[in-house]
């Protein structure tokens, strides 16, 4: 079957071969590659001929290698309850992978026209501890990059030598955008990186504290991996291979704090001043209740969100958790129909179309409770209000990191902090009077307040010995109908 490629693909409406490199992308994964580049085709599409993204990925080979060969072009496939709908993105004009030559990648960033640099390196790709959102200066990726500054590994580390260069070369700085699910995440990103500058010089996290701008962003889009199902079906729908296309909804939704000082592509996103109330809204409801039913979904054997939603009392249990726990927290953002906007998300977790895996979901739990489920449990507790539904998403994470699933076979638990999790699991023992405290232990993740709170602490015990005697399912089960 054809390649795609420049040469064989007729559906581009602009020739991405003369746009200009406006924007160097860290972390050029599924997510990058439906959402912001998506939003970049259509500037580029529009005459924004000085957006192009270069990408670059700070480890793995394999997108490079997939894309390099079709001209880092890729297919978009979006679906909805009407089916899927192909188109190829051009915005892609290459990708470095970082490791095989550091200064490359340092060396783009420099680009007089680079006036953006962005981020989807996920959450533990900033190298901060969650509960507090400050760099940890003993992450080993941190401590390499002081030690060899001119040839980083972290994220933080890549920013930080790139600023340090553009300001030796007279260059001003380029905008730091974040655009992972990180709690305002253009402060958090900001106290990481200018922590590392000033850990390099003090002068030098002066200046990236007083001339650096690190916008805040809410991203939104669903992109489950892709497989090779959709591989197959990809082609046979457009007639050319293409090897790594990504499968995202048809939904999608950016809100932008827009603090440019070098300028910004017209993208078709939501451009405010204040981005808190929609990034708490998606976190606190879509992504707090996709890490809940993820656990307790994997828990029960469903492989997908769908399976979850398909599962009644699950989906009941996920509709409780939005309308009863997390809505009384929010600062409804302004226009926003709090309940059209549930109503929409369960819509999307239902979405037949994806086949998004429990486990991807569960992944890196530890970087993802605190914005999730912790700050809204925080907000119940000061308010004096019930916080069962959360406490059980609490309570499956915990049962899920033990490793173990209720059969006695291996989950496969990706986290960072695995060892760690792994480790205080073992010692405490499927017991959850014992497991609840030596997890609830971990500062980086639930800070000093939460454990010292009785009401939290029993609640989480509570939920975790119902989880461990009677199993995932029954837990929800019964959750339903105690919980009317
Ligand atoms: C998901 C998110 O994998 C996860 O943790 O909750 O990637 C989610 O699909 C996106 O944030 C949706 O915008």
């Known amino acids: 079957m054809t390649r795609l490629s420049l ?6 409406r602009y020739d991405p071969a003369l746009a200009d490199i406006g924007i160097v ?3 050029v994964g599924a997510f990058h590659r439906a959402h912001m580049a998506d939003y970049t085709d259509a500037v580029l599409a529009n005459g924004g001929a000085r957006w192009a993204i270069l990408g670059a990925s700070l480890r793995a ?7 390099q060969e079709q001209d880092f072009l890729y297919t978009l496939a979006e679906s909805d309850e009407q089916g899927e709908r192909c188109r190829v993105i051009g915005a892609l004009r290459g990708i470095l992978v970082a490791p095989e030559d550091p200064q490359a990648l340092i060396e783009a960033m420099c680009l007089p026209s680079v006036k953006i640099v962005s981020l989807t390196v996920t959450e533990k790709g900033y190298c901060h501890d969650p509960a507090t959102g400050t760099l940890n200066e003993q992450h080993p990726d941190i401590l390499h990059d002081l030690a060899n500054p001119d040839s980083p590994r972290s994220a933080p580390g890549y920013l930080v030598e790139a600023i340090r260069a553009r300001k030796a070369r007279g260059l001003p700085p380029f905008t730091v955008l974040c655009c992972d699910n990180l709690p305002a995440n253009g402060r958090t990103v900001a106290r990481v990186v200018t922590r590392l500058a000033e850990l390099r010089s003090p002068a030098l996290g002066n200046y990236v504290a007083e001339h650096v701008a690190f916008p805040a962003t809410m991203v939104d889009r669903i992109v489950p991996a892709t497989t090779d199902a959709d591989r197959a079906r990809i082609a046979a729908a457009t007639g050319l291979e293409d090897r790594w296309p990504v499968v995202t909804e048809r939904f999608t939704d950016w809100v932008i704090e827009d603090r440019f000082p070098q300028g910004r592509p017209d993208w078709a996103a939501r451009f405010v001043t204040d981005i808190a109330p929609f990034e708490t809204m998606k976190l606190r409801l879509l992504n707090g209740a996709h890490s809940s039913m993820s656990y307790l979904g994997y828990l029960a054997g469903h492989e997908t969100i769908a399976g979850c939603m398909a599962d009644a009392a699950l989906a009941y249990f996920v509709s409780h958790l939005m309308n009863a726990e997390v809505t009384s927290t929010l600062d409804v953002p302004p226009d926003t ?19 998004h895996r429990t486990w991807q979901i569960a992944m890196d739990g530890s970087q993802k409770l605190p914005q999730r489920l912790l700050g809204t449990i925080r907000d119940r507790l000061k308010a004096g209000e019930p916080i069962d539904g959360l406490a059980l998403g609490v309570a499956a994470w915990m049962r899920y990191v033990t490793g173990v699933d209720e059969a006695g076979g291996a989950i496969d638990v990706r986290d960072p902090l695995k060892d760690e999790l792994r480790a205080r699991a073992d010692a405490a023992g499927l017991n959850a009077k014992a497991l609840a405290p030596a997890l609830l232990g971990i500062e980086r993740i639930f800070g000093s307040d939460l454990p010292a709170d009785p009401r939290f602490t029993t609640a989480v015990a509570t939920a975790l010995d119902s989880l461990i005697r009677h199993g995932s399912k029954k837990t929800y089960e019964r959750f339903r109908s105690t919980h009317p």
């Open 25 to 27: 992308h860290l972390g």
């Open 7 to 12: 040469r064989t693909c007729k559906t581009l």
């Open 337 to 355: 129909d709090v309940t059209a906007y549930k109503q929409a998300l369960l819509a999307r977790f239902r979405n037949p179309g994806l086949r």
């Open 61 to 67: 080979a394999d997108t490079r290698d997939a894309l």
